[in-house]
């Protein structure tokens, strides 16, 4: 039986992906231009589930109170992989004035500055890492906005909206399941909610739904560009298996010879920029010089005329070169982490093991079948398999609380907003609630 609730679900689902997305692609409004609220640490407890511990870490946050009206509510950025996501980049702060919104954001624990003042940086063992769960994580969450309705006067019966994307739009769907008290409802913004585990296909059906999309949003836009970076995505993944890209590539302009260590690091570019320009068609501040990335990348592909050229176009977006040679030594080419890091890994190989990544043959990007948390050597000398590491989707969506009964009992608002086409994907979340009616 459907509840009303689900009912008025779905029609919040279709208007606010509408309002949500317009508001994404409003960037460049001026509030958030000429913002730059200070970034602050809040004094947080290390483990939250010992009452006696004392043990605390500074995580950094930001907060603007300017446009609160009392009773208004807190629009709260819970930051997730990467260091603090900049309340002046995030559309909650252009809702503030007309909501009477306070606006704050808190980084992750263990990412940014957001670390136990004991960690061991130079060689982290597991230890360092125990207190890196997904309790604490939403625990952060509950103490920072408590801490605001008690400070800002007025605020004390403010209800909290919590935001997240990606691995965030989990913790902000988990947020609500586990916190209803603390949390009032939540936008999940792209979250991964139901494609967990399963090394093999049967154990994870949805294995392959993240490049699914992103090769359905490419070849709706364009075939003809979406064959051409097929064809050269799978010369540029041939060569770096074979180390000869230098042949391969002869029309790829480098500004100096790149060594076998940087190919490898220029091929997980490109194919993570056809993955994010796919999800982020707007002027996405400080990742893409280009008001609209996809049609931008795919009128430059198809003006290209060889692979070597096709593969320079997300090359040169990414290190902000609009022409000219690439520079292999670009820190925004080479010379950052392929991945997000020890503290992401640490996360997925313990209790977010989301798969994503992996494209089925004939799909935008070469075919490829990693196993979910197969990278787990961090923080351990070898790799490492967590216990239930060959368990299925379904029994991690049973273990994460997000089964569509759960999700149907939470009495509280969850928003999930979708890929920008509002169309299959992985990530849709409660609009599968929608397929039931
Ligand atoms: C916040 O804490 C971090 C880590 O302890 C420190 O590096 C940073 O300088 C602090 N920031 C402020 C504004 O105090
Ligand atoms: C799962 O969610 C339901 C409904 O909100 C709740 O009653 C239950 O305690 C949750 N279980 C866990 C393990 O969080
Ligand atoms: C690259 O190396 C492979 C294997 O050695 C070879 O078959 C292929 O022809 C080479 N490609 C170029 C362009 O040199
Ligand atoms: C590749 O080149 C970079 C930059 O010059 C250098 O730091 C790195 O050590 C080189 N890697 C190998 C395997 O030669
Ligand atoms: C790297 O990217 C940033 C945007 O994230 C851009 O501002 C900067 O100019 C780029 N740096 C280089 C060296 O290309
Ligand atoms: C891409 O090319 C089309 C056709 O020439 C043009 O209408 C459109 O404005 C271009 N888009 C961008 C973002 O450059
Ligand atoms: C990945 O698995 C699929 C399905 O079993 C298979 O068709 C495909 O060839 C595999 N790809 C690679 C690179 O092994
Ligand atoms: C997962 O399955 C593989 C292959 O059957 C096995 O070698 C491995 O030990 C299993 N891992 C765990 C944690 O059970």
Same mark, same amino acid.
């Given at each position: ?32 231009a ?33 446009? &609160? ?8 950025? =819970? ?8 309340? =002046? ?13 306070i ?25 360092? /890492?125990? =207190? ?31 935001? @997240?994307?990606?691995?965030?739009? &989990? ?6 399941i ?60 041939? !060569? ?33 920029s ?5 999800q ?8 893409w ?18 692979? @070597? ?39 997925? !190989?313990?209790?977010?093991? @989301?798969?994503? @990544? ?17 990278? !787990?050597?961090?923080?351990y ?6 216990p ?41 979340? &409660?609009?599968v609630? !929608?397929? /039931?009616?």
């Amino acid at each position: 039986m459907l509840s009303s609730l689900t009912a008025h679900l779905c029609v919040l689902l279709l208007v606010l992906v509408a309002v949500v997305s317009n508001a994404v692609q409003a960037s460049t409004a001026p509030l958030s231009a000429t913002l730059t609220p200070e970034i602050l640490n809040f004094t947080q407890k290390l483990d939250h589930s010992a009452k006696d511990s004392q043990e605390t870490f500074q995580q950094s946050y930001q907060i603007v109170t300017d446009y &609160f009206r009392e009773g208004g509510p807190i629009l709260f950025v =819970q930051s997730a992989e990467s260091p603090l996501v900049l309340l =002046q980049y995030n559309v909650f702060i252009d809702w503030a004035e007309e909501l009477g919104a306070i606006v704050a954001t808190l980084e992750h624990r263990f990412f940014g500055t957001s670390y136990p003042e004991d960690f061991h940086f130079a060689n982290p063992g597991p230890d360092d /890492y125990a =207190q890196l769960t997904l309790d604490n994580a939403i625990k952060d969450g509950v103490h920072f906005v408590n801490w605001i309705r008690e400070t800002v006067p007025g605020a004390q019966d403010s209800k909290v909206i919590y935001n @997240g994307g990606s691995y965030g739009g &989990f913790l902000a769907a988990e947020a609500i399941i586990r916190e209803p008290d603390a949390f009032y409802g939540s936008i999940a913004s792209s979250p991964l909610l139901y494609s967990f585990g399963g090394q093999t296909l049967e154990g994870n059906p949805h294995h392959y739904a993240g490049l699914d999309m992103v090769s359905n949003i490419w070849f709706d836009e364009s075939a003809e560009a979406a064959y051409k970076i097929q064809e050269a995505t799978s010369l540029f993944s041939r !060569c770096v298996a074979e180390q000869n890209c230098s042949d391969a590539l002869p029309d790829l302009p480098l500004c100096s010879e790149a060594n076998a260590t940087q190919w490898t690091q220029l091929y997980g570019k490109v194919t993570s920029s056809y993955y994010s320009i796919s999800q982020f068609n707007y002027a996405f501040v400080n990742v893409w010089p280009w008001a609209y990335p996809l049609q931008t990348a795919i009128n430059l592909t198809l003006a290209a005329s060889s692979p @070597g050229e096709v593969l320079a176009v997300p090359l040169r977006g990414v290190s902000w070169a609009q022409d000219g040679c690439i520079d292999p030594n670009n820190r925004n080419l080479t010379g950052q982490p392929t991945f997000f890091g020890d503290s992401f890994q640490w996360i997925r !190989c313990t209790y977010f093991p @989301g798969s994503f @990544g992996d494209s089925r043959p004939g799909s935008l990007l070469p075919s490829s079948n990693t196993t979910v948390g197969g990278d !787990c050597w961090s923080p351990y000398a070898v790799p490492w398999q967590a216990p239930d590491f060959n368990e299925t989707n379904e029994y991690f969506v049973e273990k994460l609380n997000l089964t569509l009964e759960t999700l149907d009992q939470t009495e509280r608002l969850l928003i999930v907003q979708v890929d920008y086409y509002a169309r299959s994907s992985p990530y849709r979340g &409660f609009d599968v609630i !929608c397929d /039931y009616t």
